[in-house]
């Protein structure tokens, strides 16, 4: 799978019940777990003070992403996305072996 770095900004559309946004973020939760069980959503952080949020994502495809992973969200029709592929690089004290 590849990983993508993934900004999503949340709008919530005028005239929107809090009942249906509460039942909206429930759901997000919930498909957020899933999606990490999967192996989709690897991280995920929130700037501070605001409505986003950062993450690496993973798919086989940026059609992946969108269509069986991003799109499957809950809040998916209020969000937009800005998507990134990423690719290893050479000096990521993560990989293995990396400053050896």
Sequence with gaps: MREFLV??????PEGTSQDEVDRRR???AVRAREMAAA???F?????VGELRSIG???????????????GTLPLS???????TPLQPHPNDPGRDGAGA
């Design 7 to 12: 900004e999503i900004t949340t709008t919530i």
């Design 26 to 28: 429930a759901a997000e």
């Design 39 to 41: 192996g989709h959503l």
């Design 43 to 47: 991280r995920l952080w929130r700037p």
């Design 56 to 70: 690496i994502w993973l798919a086989d495809d940026e059609e992946e992403l969108h269509a069986k992973v991003l």
């Design 77 to 83: 029709p209020w969000m937009s996305f800005a998507v």
